[in-house]
Each structure stands twice: as structure tokens, then as C-alpha cells.
């Protein structure tokens, strides 16, 4: 029988089970091999914004990013946001399914693992809802993705680092200069975090919020700032309500 226990709530007894078809899990992933080799993984993209690039593209940034860097230092989705990853994301999100959380953390930590992604940042830095938002939905779906894969590849979380301290309106709509006016002074950063930190989110769209939170790091002398979200939504394709 296969340990299940690494965390409260995961039974000791059910076998892995796929989520989408119910077949048989592989070893430790509640996901068949077929479908697991269907989902639409990001197979070449691009290291700035982790947009996706033609294959062969190698390791050179889009140019979007040549034009205009982002404020972090990289990117990395694992997938794609697109049928059924983002009815997996909605079912965290929305729904409040913890064990999609856990699923969709167990994908980006074997991606990032397949991608040999080192060095290894020294903590997991959820975004942070606010306290309100917070108290509304019961649980931060980045940080239960933070905690799966601090737990998966040994890195501490650190989700006391930053606080969001104004409540932000919804994004969904508005302008790109919009969007960080309505992120300015979002985030405070509380003490001094480690200088190599990665950001986790479930989605990168437009990337405003990870960037508004990446430069309240950087006035906090975060000196490299990676991004990791476990899909990555065109802008075209917006990944649902701002958190
Ligand atoms: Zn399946
Ligand atoms: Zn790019």
C-alpha cells in the first residue's frame, strides 16, 4: 500500500486514482499515464515570461521580454492554461478542492524537476490574498501550492515574508497601466527575506500581481526573483476573476 500520509487529510488506504478518468494512478500522482501524458505541458517557452516559443527556441527570451524585462528574473509554468488544467485550477480555486491543490503541485514539482531548474531557490514566497479575501474563501490556493511543493522538494515556504495590505479590485477589464496603479502598494514585504525567493501562483496571465509583488521584494533587496505558476494564460485568454 502506498503511503499516502504526508499530509492530514490523505488517506492511508485509497490507492492513486485518476482524477480525470478514474483509471489506476501512477506511483504517487493521482493521474493515469494517458492522461497525464495528455495534458498540455509547456514544452518550449520562454524563460523571461515563460510564454510559450516555438520548440528549438533554446533559452532565448521572447520579445516581449527583450523589449521590456519584467521586474523578476524568470519564469516557469508547467503547462498550458487550457482543457482540463483550467477546470482543475477553477476547482481549487473556486470550489475549494484542497486535492487539486495538491495534484497541481505534485505537476509543477515534477516539471521543474524534469527541467533540472537549479539552483534551487531558498524559500517559496505564496502570493498573498488579503486578510478579507482570505476570510471570504477559507484558504489561499497559492499557498496551498506552496505548501505541496515546499513539502516535494524540500524548500521552506515562506508565506510569512509578505502580507497583501490593500484589498484589490478586480483586474479582469482594465488597461495594463490600470492594472498596476491597482496593485501599487499592494504588498509590503516584513523583514528581510532570503536574496533568492521564488514567487508561486496558480496562473501567470498579464503577470501584474507577480509584479507588483516582485518589486516590493526587489526595495527589500530580494536580489533574484523567480516565478512559478503552474500554467501560463496568454493575456488574450484571461484566467478567470482577479483574486
Ligand atoms: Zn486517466
Ligand atoms: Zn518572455
Known amino acids: 500500500m502506498v503511503d499516502r500520509g504526508d499530509f492530514p487529510g490523505e488517506s492511508l ?45 533554446g533559452a532565448w527570451r521572447c520579445g ?6 519584467p521586474v523578476w528574473d524568470g519564469a516557469f509554468s508547467a503547462l498550458h492554461y487550457a482543457p482540463p488544467i483550467d477546470r482543475l485550477i477553477q476547482e481549487l480555486k473556486f470550489h475549494g478542492r484542497l486535492s487539486r491543490g495538491r495534484l497541481l503541485g505534485d505537476l509543477l514539482t515534477q516539471a521543474l524537476t524534469a527541467a533540472r531548474h537549479t539552483p534551487w531557490p531558498e524559500t517559496l514566497i505564496p502570493v498573498p490574498l488579503h ?5 471570504e474563501r477559507g484558504f ?11 513539502h516535494r522538494l524540500g524548500i521552506t515556504l515562506g508565506d510569512s515574508w509578505v502580507e497583501r495590505i490593500q484589498p484589490t479590485q478586480p ?8 492594472r498596476r496603479r491597482n496593485l501599487r502598494d ?10 533568492h525567493v521564488a514567487i508561486l501562483d496558480d496562473v501567470l496571465t498579464t503577470g501584474s500581481t507577480v509584479a507588483a509583488l516582485s518589486t516590493a521584494l526587489r ?16 493575456p488574450d485568454h484571461p484566467a478567470g476573476p482577479a483574486k
Open 171 to 178: 483586474q479582469i477589464g482594465l488597461s495594463a497601466a490600470a
Open 219 to 234: 526595495a527589500a533587496d530580494v536580489t533574484r526573483i523567480e516565478v512559478w505558476t503552474v500554467a501560463r494564460s496568454a
Open 131 to 135: 486578510r478579507a479575501r482570505l476570510k
Open 140 to 150: 489561499n490556493q497559492s499557498r496551498e501550492l506552496a505548501l505541496r511543493l515546499s
Open 186 to 195: 499592494a504588498f509590503a514585504v516584513r523583514g528581510k527575506p532570503p536574496a
Open 13 to 57: 488506504l485509497l490507492p492513486w486514482c485518476c482524477t480525470l478518468c478514474g483509471q489506476a494512478g501512477l506511483p504517487g500522482l493521482d493521474l493515469c499515464a494517458a492522461c497525464h501524458a495528455d495534458l498540455p505541458w509547456s514544452r518550449s517557452a520562454c524563460p523571461g515570461c515563460a510564454a510559450p516559443l516555438p520548440e528549438g527556441a
Open 64 to 69: 516581449a521580454c527583450l523589449n521590456r524585462p
